[in-house]
C-alpha cells in the first residue's frame, strides 16, 4: 500500500471519530475506539539491537557494536530479523488481546544521535561519532525493519532529533547550543539520510532545548528543516514525558495546556507522556483547533494503515518459532564476531591450545551477563559469557582457572572484608602463579554507562565522569600485569576507556562492546583463531577527557576524529586483523550527472591480503577539501566496503563517493563545493599519524582536482 492510499483511507476513518476520540488517539497508549473497529494500540516498543523489553528475542551486539562492524549488509539482515520477531510477536499477542507497552510495531530505534563526547551514557546505543558512517549504517536497519512488500512489516523511528548527546542529569533543562556551520556538518547529516534515503517512518525528539526551543516543539528544526527542507511525510514523537519538561523544567510554558499547544502546533503527532491527557482542555480553552487534533491523528492512522493493522497481510502467519531461531542466532554470532576491535596483538593471538595447559581468567565482566548485553534488550534464552566461550572452546584439553576479581566499581565483593584491601586480589595472583596465559576482562556496563536515572547508576546520571575504569578494576589489571605473565585484555564496554596502561604492558588488547546474549562464544572463536577480528572503531578512544572541550560545550571543535587536534590513544577506524592486509593502486574517477555536472567520484583500490590468515578487513576511503579554509580540518571518511581476503591474494574494490563527500559547509550553515582542490585517501584505516604507527602501514592518497 503507497502513502498516499493509506493516507486518504486514515482520513476516512478520522472524519468519523469525534473530536474527542480523535485526541485520544495522539496518546502513546491510544485506547480502543470499538463503535468503529479500533483496537487499542500501544506506540511504545523498542529494537535498539533486537525486539526489546517484552519477552523473548535474538540478542544482538549493542548499536555501537553493530557500528564496529561496518558492515551495511549485516545491518540490513539484523533490521529484517526485528521485523520477522517483532511481527511474531505481535501476532501471538494481538491474537491474545494483549495491546499493552512493547508490544506494537512501532519501534523507536536506531538511535542516530553523534557520538561526540566519550563521557555521554547513552553513546552506546549510537552508531559511533561520524555523521556519514552513522547515516549509512542507519539505512539498511531501517530498510530491513520496514521492508519493501505490500505492508510496511514494522516501522522504525530516527531518535533523538535533533542535537542530543547529554549530559544526562541535565536533560530534561538543558539548552544545546549548536552553531549553523555544526548542525549541518555534524548533528543533522544522518537524520536527513534517515528521512530522505530510507524514508523512516518516524522522528523522536530530544528532551532538551536546542538554540532555545524544545526538540519536541523546535520550529527551525522540525517545521522548516524536518518536514518543509526535506519533506518528511511519516509521524513525530516525544521523548517520553519530555512535553511535560515544557512547563515544569524548561519554562517555555506556564501550564500543561500550553505545552500541548505548542507541541501540537510543531507538528508532535504523539505524546510519550501523559500531557497530550489534556488535550481536550487546551481545545475548549480555544488554544487549539480540532483540525490539527485532525492532522496529527490522520499521520498516525496513516502508519497504521500502512502497517496493515486493518487488513489480512503477508506477515500474519509469521510464527512464533522464527523468535530466537537458529537462522536468527547465526546472524548474530557474526556481527558479534564483525564488531570485536583487535587494538594490539604481540604475537601472542591467536591462542594455540595444543600449547596450553592452564589459562587464568579473571575480571567482574569474564562471566557477567550484564556485560553482554547493553541496554534496551530484550530476553535471551540462552547466555555465553567470555568465560564460558572460552571453556567451551578448551574443553578438558586446558584447564581454565577462574577469579571474579573484584566487584565492577565497589571496594570489594564481600561487605565484611577489610575495605583497605581488595579481597579477590590473593586469588588473581594465585590463579596467575598457576596459568601459562592470563585473560583480564574488565569494563562496564548498563548501570554504570546508560541513561538518566537508570536504576543501579553508579553516578545519578548516566554518564561517565571520566575515561578511567574504575579503581577496583585498576587494581587488578595492574596486578595480573605486574606477574610478568602473558596478558590479554579484554575491554566490554559501549564506549572509550583509557586502556593506556594494557597498551603499554599487555601481549593484547581486544574491544568486545557489549556483544550480545551469545557473545562469549564468539570472543573465544577470536581468542582461539577460528575467527580473524575485523572490528574497526566507530569512536576515537583518547587518553583522558583532559584532552576535550567542556562536556556541556556543543561546539564540535577539537571533537572527534575530524577536528581532533592531538594523537588519540586509539583512531576512530583502526583495528588489527591476523592477516596483514593493505590497499594498492589507488584510482579516483570524478562522475557526472545527466546535466553534466559534477555527481561525485569513483573511487578503485586493489585490496591485498600479504599476510597467512584468512580474514575480513574493511577498505575505507576518506576525503579532504585543500582548497576551502573553513573545511573540516581532519580527512572525513566519505566510502567504506568490507572484504574477505584469503592469505596472499588481492581483490578490486570499487567504492561510489556522494557529491556530498566533497561539499563543505559555511558559518551559515549552507552546503555546497567550496573547492576544486582535494586529497582522497585510501586504507585500512584513516590516514593519521597514530593508525600509521600502529599498523605500520600508510594509506595510499591522490590529488584531485574537480
Not at 495522539?26 to 523489553?53: F, K
Not at 490539527?292 to 510464527?319: C, H, W
Not at 589459562?359 to 530476553?379: C, E, F, K, Q
Not at 592531538?566 to 584510482?587: A, H, I, Q
Request: charged share 25%; aromatic share 10%; net charge negative.
Amino acid at each position: 500500500m503507497n502513502r498516499e492510499e493509506a493516507r486518504k483511507r486514515a482520513k476516512e476513518l478520522v472524519a468519523q471519530m469525534t473530536v474527542e476520540e480523535k485526541a485520544s488517539q495522539l496518546r502513546y497508549d491510544s485506547p480502543a475506539i470499538d463503535r468503529l473497529g479500533v483496537p487499542a494500540y500501544n506506540w511504545w516498543n523498542e529494537a535498539l539491537h533486537g525486539v526489546a523489553r517484552a519477552g523473548s528475542a535474538t540478542m544482538f551486539p549493542q548499536a555501537i557494536a553493530l557500528a564496529a562492524t561496518f558492515d551495511t549488509d549485516l545491518m540490513k539482515e539484523v533490521g529484517e530479523v526485528i521485523a520477522t520477531e517483532g511481527r511474531a510477536k505481535y501476532n501471538e499477542q494481538s491474537k491474545r488481546g494483549d495491546r499493552d507497552i512493547y508490544k506494537g510495531l512501532t519501534f523507536w530505534s536506531p538511535n542516530v544521535n553523534i557520538f561526540r563526547d566519550p563521557r555521554w551514557g547513552r553513546g552506546h546505543e549510537t552508531y559511533g561519532e561520524d555523521p556519514f558512517l552513522t547515516g549509512t549504517l542507519a539505512v539498511p536497519f531501517i530498510e530491513g525493519i520496514q521492508g519493501d512488500g505490500e505492508y510496511m512489516k514494522a516501522a522504525a523511528c530516527a531518535k533523538h532529533f535533533a542535537v542530543h548527546s547529554g549530559p544526562e542529569g541535565e536533560r530534561h533543562f538543558f539548552d544545546a547550543k549548536a552553531s549553523k556551520k555544526d548542525l549541518e556538518e555534524t548533528y543533522l547529516p544522518a537524520f536527513e539520510t534517515c528521512v530522505k534515503d530510507a524514508k523512516v517512518e518516524a522522528v523522536m525528539g530530544a528532551y532538551n532545548r536546542t538554540n532555545g526551543e524544545p526538540c519536541c516543539a523546535n520550529k527551525p528544526l522540525m517545521v522548516d528543516t524536518l518536514r518543509g527542507k526535506w519533506g518528511f511525510q511519516g509521524h513525530f514523537v516525544s521523548d517520553c514525558w519530555a512535553i511535560r519538561d515544557f512547563h515544569e523544567n524548561h519554562k517555555v510554558t506556564a501550564t500543561a495546556e500550553e505545552s500541548v499547544k505548542l507541541a501540537l502546533e510543531m507538528g508532535c503527532d504523539v505524546n510519550c507522556g501523559c500531557t497530550y491527557q489534556k488535550m481536550m482542555n487546551a481545545y475548549r480553552a480555544g488554544l487549539i483547533t480540532e483540525e490539527q487534533i485532525t492532522e496529527s491523528a490522520v499521520r498516525l492512522f496513516t502508519t497504521r494503515f500502512l502497517l496493515g493493522m486493518f487488513d489480512k497481510t503477508e506477515y500474519d502467519n509469521i510464527p512464533f518459532t522464527v523468535v530466537e531461531c537458529d537462522e536468527h542466532q547465526k546472524i548474530a554470532h557474526k556481527a558479534a564476531a564483525e564488531s570485536i576491535v583487535l587494538l594490539k596483538n604481540n604475537g601472542l593471538l591467536p591462542l594455540d591450545k595444543s600449547k596450553l595447559k592452564t589459562i587464568g581468567v579473571v575480571g567482574p565482566n569474564a562471566d557477567s551477563r550484564i556485560a553482554l548485553m547493553g541496554n534496551y534488550h530484550g530476553t535471551a534464552s540462552r547466555f555465553v559469557t567470555v568465560l564460558e566461550g572460552i571453556e567451551d572452546k578448551v574443553g578438558s584439553d586446558v584447564r581454565v582457572l577462574y577469579s571474579e576479581g573484584c566487584d565492577l566499581w565497589k571496594p570489594n565483593l564481600s561487605n565484611l572484608s577489610d575495605q583497605d584491601y581488595p579481597d579477590r586480589l590473593s586469588e588473581v595472583q594465585t590463579v596467575a602463579d598457576y596459568s601459562d596465559v592470563m585473560v583480564v576482562v574488565v569494563g562496564l556496563d548498563e548501570n554504570l554507562e546508560g541513561e538518566e536515572g537508570d536504576a543501579g547508576n553508579q553516578f545519578a546520571s548516566g554518564d561517565k565522569i571520566n575515561l578511567e575504569l574504575p579503581i577496583p578494576q585498576r587494581q587488578l589489571l595492574n596486578s595480573v600485569l605486574d606477574c610478568n605473565k602473558p596478558t590479554i585484555v579484554i575491554n566490554m564496554s559501549g564506549s572509550a576507556i583509557n586502556l593506556g596502561v594494557a597498551q603499554e604492558k599487555a601481549a593484547a588488547v581486544i574491544q568486545a562492546w557489549y556483544p550480545g546474549a551469545r557473545g562469549g562464544q564468539d570472543v573465544a572463536d577470536i581468542l582461539f583463531g577460528d575467527v580473524s577480528p575485523s572490528g574497526k572503531l566507530p569512536v576515537t578512544f583518547y587518553h583522558s577527557t583532559e584532552e576535550l572541550p567542556d562536556f556541556k560545550d556543543y561546539s564540535m571543535k577539537n571533537r572527534t576524529y575530524r577536528y581532533f587536534e592531538g594523537e588519540p590513544l586509539y583512531p576512530f577506524g583502526y583495528g588489527l586483523t591476523y592477516g596483514k592486509c593493505c590497499v594498492k593502486d589507488m584510482s579516483v574517477e570524478p562522475v557526472k550527472d545527466d546535466k553534466g555536472e559534477f555527481a561525485g567520484a569513483v573511487v578503485k583500490v586493489t585490496a591485498v591480503n600479504e599476510g597467512s590468515f584468512e580474514t575480513d578487513d574493511v577498505v575505507q576511503v576518506y576525503v579532504k577539501d585543500t582548497g576551502y579554509e573553513l573545511a573540516i580540518p581532519n580527512p572525513c571518511l566519505s566510502g567504506f566496503r568490507r572484504v574477505h581476503l584469503l592469505p596472499g591474494k588481492e581483490t578490486s574494490v570499487e567504492i561510489r563517493l556522494d557529491r556530498r563527500a566533497f561539499t563543505s559547509v559555511d558559518e551559515e550553515g549552507n552546503r555546497q563545493l567550496f573547492s576544486h582542490d582535494f586529497k582522497v585517501f585510501a586504507g585500512m584505516s584513516q590516514p593519521d599519524k597514530r593508525s600509521e604507527e600502529l599498523t605500520g602501514i600508510k594509506c595510499i592518497e591522490k590529488d584531485v582536482q574537480i
